[in-house]
């Protein structure tokens, strides 16, 4: 018998509509519910450490949800597909599709009016409510961009500058892991490889005996490049990795790289934010990015570049560039 695969966050509320002034952000809680002649439930608990972040206290909710509620939610899905690939492109719901239509509304009422007067507050509300998710020090330390790839692609962009403007040196090394996502290996070779850098790839094969086994490797890796006079200018490291799907240290990670002398420090976390507690300030990277349309039940495509307030920082903007 066909199984319907239903997921949704147990605590029902919109704290999802980034756009929204007064939002509320709540941890998720998980529900996955396996319909076929039985019913099998599963709760992914919070962590009890929850209760002691800085997020704001969780207002008192009705019942679970009911099954024809999640089902009006996703009436537009096609009825005979499973989906459960919310790695790609994620599953939003129809509240949020429709605050999305609101928004776009509003710009093909009057596009210069939206521009000039509404944008930039409606991005800076999107960017505050990052900051808290992710428990940013600053909301200027939040940019809203397409996808995580385009947040790669900002930094590595700057690299490439620096190369050519004679602040790099040839030879001057990225270091990454085996597991790195393929649309960051191929911009690490289109912008750091092409300008005169060198790339570590630290090789190390699933399924690992346990997370210091990763750790043991990056560090040896750091070390025989810096025992050969490489400098070390980036290090890009996965929070979840996309195949398969692992949860790498990388609180550690990044304090390995503090210690072997590595310039700065980018997480790629695609999949970080929904999946995973993102803590900037106990992470403590230089860089972190998520996609918010996967596991966060945003619109796609929207992303967010998390860059640590520093005065040795690069210069970053969008690949793109406006009038302004």
Not at 125 to 141: G, P, Q
Request: aromatic fraction near 12%.
């Amino acid at each position: 018998m066909a199984c319907r695969i239903i997921m949704f966050y147990r605590y029902y509320v919109a704290h999802l509509r980034l756009c929204h002034q007064n939002i509320q952000i709540l941890k998720p809680k998980l529900s996955f519910r396996i319909s076929r002649a039985s019913s099998y439930h599963y709760y992914h608990n919070l962590n009890p450490t929850d209760t002691q972040t800085n997020f704001p206290i969780k207002p008192k909710l009705s019942s679970f949800i009911t099954d024809s509620e999640i089902e009006a939610e996703f009436s537009h899905h096609d009825p005979g597909v499973a989906r459960i690939n919310n790695g790609s492109f994620g599953c939003s719901p129809a509240f949020v599709i429709s605050e999305l239509q609101q928004w776009q509304l509003k710009w093909l009422r009057q596009p210069d009016h939206f521009l000039f007067n509404e944008l930039h507050k409606g991005i800076l509300k999107s960017r505050n409510t990052v900051k808290e998710l992710i428990n940013a020090e600053d909301v200027d330390e939040i940019s809203i961009v397409d996808n995580a790839t385009t947040a790669v692609a900002i930094v590595l962009q700057q690299m490439q500058w620096a190369f050519f403007e004679g602040k790099f040196k040839k030879g001057d090394a990225v270091i990454i892991l085996q597991c790195a996502y393929g649309a960051v290996k191929n911009s690490i070779k289109a912008y750091f490889l092409r300008a005169g850098g060198y790339v570590i790839e630290v090789p190390f094969q699933f399924p690992v005996n346990s997370s210091e086994e990763i750790i043991s490797e990056f560090r040896m890796a750091l070390v025989k490049e810096k025992a050969s006079g490489r400098r070390v200018r980036l290090a890009m490291i996965d929070h979840v990795t996309s195949m398969p799907s692992v949860v790498l240290p990388v609180k550690k990670l990044v304090k390995v790289c503090r210690e072997e002398g590595v310039d700065q420090v980018f997480i790629d976390g695609a999949h970080g934010v929904g999946c995973v507690d993102v803590d900037m300030q106990e992470i403590g990277a230089d860089f972190y990015t998520s996609n918010l349309h996967k596991w966060f039940f945003c619109p796609a495509s929207v992303a967010f570049l998390y860059c640590r307030k520093s005065v040795t920082h690069l210069e970053l903007h969008h690949p793109m560039l406006d009038r302004n």
